[in-house]
Nanobody
Framework: VQLQASGGGLVQAGGSLRLSCAVSGRTFSSYRMGWFRQAPGKEREFVAAIDPSGGRTFYVDSVKGLFTISRDNAKNTLYLQMNSLKPEDTAIYYC????????????????WGQGTQVTVSS
């Protein structure tokens, strides 16, 4: 499976962005999906995850109520709606796919997109 993230950019604090992750292959609906981010000089951090049906979602505490993860299995696409962005949200955002493992652990994910840069100015 191949993943292609897009939708990043430069936005002012308080603004919004929607990231997309296009996934190739016919088995997208069977994958558990996640978003991670990595800021300069920091480790990759879990942001959000979603189960195959989209019925269950998980978030890191710092983005709860601000970010929304969703998926469209008919379009093989994963989304991350980010609202009320803060400068500390600045990072490269990665989408990832897994079949097993723990949703917030990066090593659980077998396939990764190339990342999309999000920059939030103050």
């Amino acid at each position: 499976v191949q993943l292609q993230a897009s939708g990043g950019g430069l936005v002012q604090a308080g603004g919004s962005l929607r990231l997309s992750c296009a996934v190739s292959g016919r088995t997208f609906s069977s994958y558990r999906m996640g978003w991670f981010r990595q800021a300069p000089g920091k480790e990759r951090e879990f942001v959000a995850a979603i189960d195959p049906s989209g019925g269950r979602t998980f978030y890191v505490d710092s983005v709860k109520g601000l970010f929304t993860i969703s998926r469209d299995n008919a379009k093989n696409t994963l989304y991350l709606q980010m609202n009320s962005l803060k400068p500390e949200d600045t990072a490269i955002y990665y989408c990832a796919a897994r079949t097993t493992g723990i949703y917030y652990l990066a090593p659980s994910y077998d396939n990764w997109g190339q990342g999309t840069q999000v920059t939030v100015s103050s």
